[in-house]
DNA sequence: ATAGCGCCTGGAGTATAGTCTAGGTCAAAT
DNA sequence: ATTTGACCTAGACTATACTCCAGGCGCTAT
């Protein structure tokens, strides 16, 4: 037997709000779901995984459209497309993790300016 | 003598629109810089440095709300609070840095899976 | 002197990604 | 039987971050 989920069990285990499930069955992200007699959605845990992969791209800062284009790809079992989507995602993942190393590298040394500036403001004991 | 930047100039070397330069003074996290006599934006090579740091703070998914909170600091000399934002700002970059990470590892366990795919449809003759 | 270029302003328009509202259905609890 | 709570839809609204446009100014080259 299936665990089923209701869609705000759904949106508890993923953080993504009610709305914004509904919003991204609309736009096409999200393959719509089994419903229920009464027109209520059910979620499986198949469901669950495909959820936790998309917010997943989404929070590495990969675009809604470019998420939809990959889900498309894969409804129509043009993996090499979606091979290449993944791919052109990773590669820049990485450039932004480069870029968020440097950044760190510099905030680092604010923050140690700052840090003497605000102790030499206050008579430097603490 | 002080090396002098059109806005234009400015732009190219940051990789900003001339637009979003405007923009960004507009709601006051870039200083209004001097003019000339005709009115035309000057910058030097203290405000391209400062610009350089900003779009750092911007690619690495800072608002800009919190980008000017921290300019609004730094010019009241409040460096305690400058502290406060860009730690803030550390962490965030940290906990980003740990989801690009995981998505990496997904992604490329996902990658291999479509390469065999495809390969299998071709024969895996390549 | 006039045409072209780079710059200026204020304000309108756009893209992306939601978020909220009004009005309605259904099932369980009082 | 009616109230409550979770869900439904369509569509309006919002926030963020630009981007574009119209109309105008001032310098340089023809």
Redesign the interface.
Known sequence: MELKLSISELSEKTGLSIDTIRYYEKIGILPSPHRKGNGQREYTSGDLERFI?IT??K???MPLKEIDRYIQFYIDQD??S??QV??T??VE??E??A??????E???Y??TN??S??SD?NGKHN
Chains 1, 2 share one sequence.
């Open positions: 992969f997943q791209l929070r590495t800062q993996y090499e979606c091979y993944l791919h995602h990773k993942i990485e932004q993790m870029e968020m190393s440097m950044a760190l510099k905030i680092n604010k923050l700052f840090k500036l605000v403001r």
